[in-house]
């Protein structure tokens, strides 16, 4: 049984900051990859950022230069630095962890965080 746990979401204003993090608990023998996806209203989920250990982190054309994914491997965390926001990003942010258990690579997601920036 895999937990995720997600915090760091809220409301703010047109640039300014906001911090996520997801951390992951549970029957993980190997992470291979964690990540953020968003997913407004009326739209389909969308990836922001993945950060695979031993490969530089990917970033959606719209995010790059102002999001920041990061990880810490002893906590198995993940966290996203979200500066510079604007109204656009607004959306429900979802942690996914792609990990291996018992041989099987399998694919878990948290439950969501609302992000809201307002004009």
């Known amino acids: 049984q895999v937990q995720l746990v997600e915090s760091g979401g809220g409301l703010v204003q047109a640039g300014g900051s906001l911090r996520l993090a997801c951390a992951a608990s549970?029957?993980?023998?190997?992470?291979?990859?964690m990540g953020w996806y968003r997913q407004a209203p009326g739209k389909q989920r969308e990836l922001v950022a993945t950060?695979?250990?031993?490969?530089?982190?990917n970033y959606a054309d719209s995010v790059k230069g102002r999001f920041t994914i990061s990880r810490d491997n002893a906590k198995n965390t993940v966290y996203l630095q979200m500066n510079s926001l604007k109204p656009e990003d607004t959306a429900v942010y979802y942690c996914?962890?792609?990990?291996?258990?018992?041989?099987?690579?399998?694919?878990?997601w948290g439950q969501g965080t609302q992000v809201t920036v307002s004009s």
């Open positions: 996914n962890l792609d990990y291996t258990t018992y041989g099987i690579r399998r694919d878990y």
């Open positions: 549970g029957s993980i023998k190997a992470i291979n990859a």
């Open positions: 950060i695979t250990s031993g490969t530089s982190p």
